[in-house]
């Protein structure tokens, strides 16, 4: 199982390790519908 953590100022996971593309794009679509059209959203990483 991967270890994706969520915490109160984001959600934390290593990409393609703990973090996949299909767990982010759910993640996403969840978000988008639970904030609704027209709403503002920041995104950001770590290099």
């Given at each position: 199982?991967?270890?994706?953590t969520?915490?109160?100022?984001?959600?934390?996971?290593?990409?393609?390790?703990?973090?996949?593309?299909?767990q982010?794009?759910?993640?996403?679509?969840?978000?988008?519908?639970y904030?609704?059209?027209?709403?503002?959203?920041?995104?950001g990483?770590?290099?």
């Amino acid at each position: 199982m991967n270890k994706i953590t969520f915490l109160t100022d984001g959600v934390r996971g290593v990409t393609n390790r703990e973090l996949t593309l299909e767990q982010a794009l759910r993640l996403s679509k969840a978000i988008g519908t639970y904030f609704g059209k027209g709403s503002r959203i920041l995104v950001g990483r770590d290099i």
